[in-house]
């Protein structure tokens, strides 16, 4: 352009509604908790899968079914600009790891246990809680039938509980049988629904039919009562059914992990079977689900694989981060080990060998910066150390530098001494500048 551009008052850009910024001040907590996640999954045997966060669509109409709360209007959908494709971000992960292990032929050799953490996108109405990009955390347990690994799933996330000093979340359990029991049920209900038809709010009208399970799941307090009273899907299943929801909860049991039953626990997704569950607290409101999952056997069959079992659950990370905070968790922030004081800025070719040497070794160190080409007084430098939140200050000022040395200060313990160290043995001194912790 050669014309000076004019630009009379420039709009300020806000960010996305219900997409959050995570601020240093709460991703120090973040970044603490997912490193208490990998280290105790890893501990199970879960190992990290990543795939993308941009699917197929019909990845997730087929996955998830076509008449769930999701599909129906939750999906960040578009088409690819080239050719068309329907694409959509990702609402939640178990679809896209189970398209990933199909492509990949992941099961060849025997199941999988595998973890993601990451964001997912559901357009909902921004609450406390409930934000239309959030993350995820989720294990997955692939190509494995037996009730004790759904046990072994579940004692995880009871396990992350106690890593983290959580408390107040009570899991709930409920099964939803095979699919014979469930269309014997779903008749039951659809029988017991059409006597109360005038009851019925407009969504449970259009599902009556279509999907009449998930009524139960309906958050209108007008239909509460009605859907307590409806057929119970666990009076529907078979000997099979009830060995594999007995056989989970004698392992919890002997495991001293409480739970409920709860007959109306039906999960916003089609593709689950057998065990579902929840980990649920009062202390947020509507948004009390802070974990969930279950068994979904049909899953890799929707999607065009070969049939393998399969069960899973997924946590939200900012419900249980919101629970923590509740419950009085002191803030994670991470503390400097020194800040380093340069009384004139030509010694900065020498101190930034010092401090990589220093980092190399492990310390964390922030450096003093120059404005105008001047370092400012040490007063004023030694200020901005003690606001640092550093623990030791380093002083390289020209009566140590000619000395090859160094003074260290320490900032949080007045009576400690301040200690010359030399600049030829770096890595001998630099354990003394690091917190235990
Ligand atoms: P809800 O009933 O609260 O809508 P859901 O059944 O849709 O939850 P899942 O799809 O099972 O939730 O997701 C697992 C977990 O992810 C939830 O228990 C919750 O902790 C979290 N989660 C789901 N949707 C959101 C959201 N929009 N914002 C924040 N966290 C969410
Ligand atoms: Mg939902």
Redesign the pocket.
Known sequence: MTEKMVVDKVEKLVGVKGMNDLLPAQSATVEWFEEKVRALFSRYAYRNIRTPIVERTPLFVRGLGEVT?IVEKEMYSFDDRLNGDPLTLRP?ATAGVVRAALEHSLLYDGGKRLYYIGPMF?H?RPQK????Q?D?IGAEALGFSGPEVDAELILMAHHLWQEIGLQDVRLELNSLGQPAERLAHRQALIAYFERHQDALDEDARRRLHSNPLRILDTKNPTMQALVNAAPQLLDFLGSESLAHLNSLRAILDANQVAYSINPRLV???DYYNLSVF?FVTDRLGS?G????GGRYDYLFEQLGGKPSPAVGW???V??VLELLKAAGMPKREPVLDAYAIVSDLSFMPQVLAVLHTLRTCGVSVQMHTSAAQTMGSMKSQFKRADASGARHALIFAANELSQHQVTVKALRDAAAPQITHSLADVAAWASTLQSAA
């Open positions: 709360d939640e559901r909902e809680g409930r934000y239309r959030f995820q999960r916003g997704m929840e948004q689900t802070v974990c969930a997924a946590l939200g900012d419900r």
